[in-house]
């Protein structure tokens, strides 16, 4: 189960460490639910793209974890980012990233965003029709075309983004509409954008929309006399998060998507572009994991409930997607996980279960638990669901822990009321 850790993650003593620190000190310390990233994991795996393909762009996916410190850190390691809110785009400022390190995508773009990005010299990837008017008028000078190309990619429905009636990007017939209007308009239309789904293990969803995208250039050039200088192939590579889902290595799977787009592009006789990765999970999933407190133990006839102090506010992907977790007793890591349990969260939802069944050593309350690879869209999808304030994220690295993002307070939920 280590494997599903970070890359500083031991079992020292009986105990879980990350970044040389005891699960237990970090818990006694800061708090619980808590988030602890590993900064090793973090730049390894910025570091393991950026070899795999130096010759693209990679940006983070930063609706994975919008936060400063890692989008600073990953600025560290020449990666940019790809926003889709005003909050991610002032997130990713605040962390020194624009211009071309900048990607803005967004279905439903409003004037004040559109503006914003063009402030920062952001890249925009058009989404309607309508919009390269309207991103001409904000200042926008550089966008792309996000195309839909109908390809059903091998994951949940609710992370798929490139099938038939998606609400994400423009089928051919529109995109080439679109591409000719925003020429018009005068932007620099540099190039196409694709994202075919998120959690993929293997290349077979993205090879066959490259190979669809390929054509759609080709018709692009004969149509319009234009080819794309730029291809962004999105992101979507995926994280394990329990030991039977198949290992996906995030530089492999990169390398194997560019390799994907020169083979095709040559075949078509096209020019080669550059281009854009936006990895989001596959950079800090693994480096997540989040400690829970055992608050009750309740064994009835046909199965036993391990309750936290946490549960769908700050992780609701189970709910969302069936999203699949294991757990490590943190303190108790030596001794022989006997018991199959389930870990429910505290939340007034019979559907509020965060692992449907996992081996534990008879857990007691006041344990310490470890759920790994939670780095990526746990706490990025937090909610305050019955009042429940979010938990804190630290960053470890070489026995240090510094707070990246305070735990709130029941203060913090007051203040947004008006109270007479």
């Not at 605040?94 to 279905?107: D, K, P, Q």
């Amino acid at each position: 189960m280590l494997e599903l850790f970070p890359d500083s993650a031991r079992i020292e003593e009986g105990e879980l460490t990350v970044g040389g620190l005891r699960a237990s000190a970090l818990a006694g310390r800061f708090g619980t639910p808590l988030v602890v990233y590993c900064e090793q994991t973090l730049r390894a795996r910025a570091r393991e793209i950026r070899e795999a393909v130096p010759e693209a762009l990679v940006l983070f996916g930063s609706k994975a974890f919008p936060n400063v410190a890692i989008l600073r850190l990953f600025a560290e390691e020449r990666i940019g980012a790809d926003v889709s809110t005003l909050g991610e785009l002032a997130f990713a400022r605040a962390a020194g990233i624009e211009g071309e390190r900048l990607v803005f995508h967004g279905n439903a773009k409003s004037d004040d965003e559109l503006r914003t990005a063009a402030e920062a010299g952001a890249t925009v990837a058009l989404d309607a029709e309508d919009e390269p008017g309207r991103a001409a008028a904000a200042g926008t000078r550089r966008v792309l075309v996000r195309v839909t190309l109908g390809v059903e990619a091998d994951t949940h429905e609710a992370i798929q983004t490139g099938h038939h009636g998606s609400k994400f990007g423009l089928p051919p017939d529109s995109a080439l509409r679109t591409i000719a209007a925003a020429r018009s308009h005068g932007l620099d239309v540099a190039g196409l954008h694709i994202h075919v789904g998120s959690q993929l293990a293997d290349i077979a969803a993205h090879q066959e929309t490259i190979e669809q995208l390929a054509a759609f250039a080709a018709r692009c050039r004969d149509e319009l006399g234009w080819t794309p200088e730029v291809v962004d192939i999105g992101g979507g590579f995926a994280v394990r998060h329990v030991e039977d889902e198949p290992i996906a290595p995030l530089g492999e799977l990169a390398r194997a998507v560019t390799d994907a787009v020169e083979l095709v592009w040559d075949s078509r006789a096209l020019p080669r572009p550059s281009l854009v990765l936006e990895p989001g999970r596959a950079l800090v999933g693994h480096a997540g994991v989040t400690l829970y407190r055992v608050r009750s133990v309740k064994r009835l006839a046909d199965v036993t409930w391990v309750a936290v102090d946490g549960g769908m506010s700050d992780n609701p992907r189970p709910q969302l997607y069936g999203a699949r977790y294991t757990a490590l007793s943190a303190t108790r890591a030596d001794e022989p996980a006997t018991e199959n349990v389930s870990i429910a969260g505290l939340h007034c939802e019979s559907g509020d279960v965060l692992i449907d069944d996992v081996l534990l050593p008879d857990p007691r309350s006041g344990d310490l638990l470890a759920v790994p690879a939670t780095g990526a869209y746990a706490l990025a999808m937090s909610s305050n669901y019955n009042a429940t304030p979010r938990p804190a994220a630290v960053l470890v690295a070489d026995t240090e822990a510094r707070l990246i993002r305070r735990r709130e307070t029941i203060d913090d939920l007051l203040a947004f009321e008006y109270q007479e």
